[in-house]
């Protein structure tokens, strides 16, 4: 088992910027990715963005692209994301996951194992 716990989130306006951090514990050598989700009341949830655990390899949503950079740090098992130029339309519950497996699907919510509580992000116009 993983345990993740995020933190970070709040209430800022438009333009500013936000710090994420997903603390993992547990069994976490099995980890393989650490993704962010978010999701919006009534939609789905969607990707955000992704990081491979031991090469470090980051990948993005378009709609976030330039403006969130994922990071981490192996000796914390902790996942950074830094969200910069906040829109309202980033307004959601963001989660962070865990997959265990390698697999090109990094961007969907069937390939992680585990997942944390969400930490809410609101950004006003």
């Known amino acids: 088992q993983v345990q993740l716990v995020e933190s970070g989130g709040g209430l800022v306006q438009a333009g500013g910027s936000l710090r994420l951090s997903c603390v993992a514990s547990?069994?976490?050598?099995?980890?393989?990715?650490m993704g962010w989700f978010r999701q919006a009341p009534g939609k789905e949830r969607e990707f955000v963005t992704a990081?491979?655990?031991?090469?470090?390899?980051?990948y993005y949503a378009d709609s976030v692209k330039g403006r969130f950079t994922i990071s981490r740090d192996s000796a914390k098992n902790t996942v950074y994301l830094q969200m910069n130029g906040l829109k309202p339309e980033d307004t959601a519950v963001y989660y962070c996951?865990?997959?265990?497996?390698?697999?090109?699907?990094?961007?969907?919510?069937?390939?992680?194992?585990?997942w944390g509580q969400g930490t809410q992000v609101t950004v006003s116009s």
């Open positions: 996951a865990v997959s265990r497996v390698a697999g090109s699907r990094y961007y969907a919510t069937s390939q992680y194992d585990y």
């Open positions: 547990g069994r976490t050598f099995s980890t393989h990715t």
């Open positions: 990081i491979r655990w031991s090469s470090g390899n980051t």
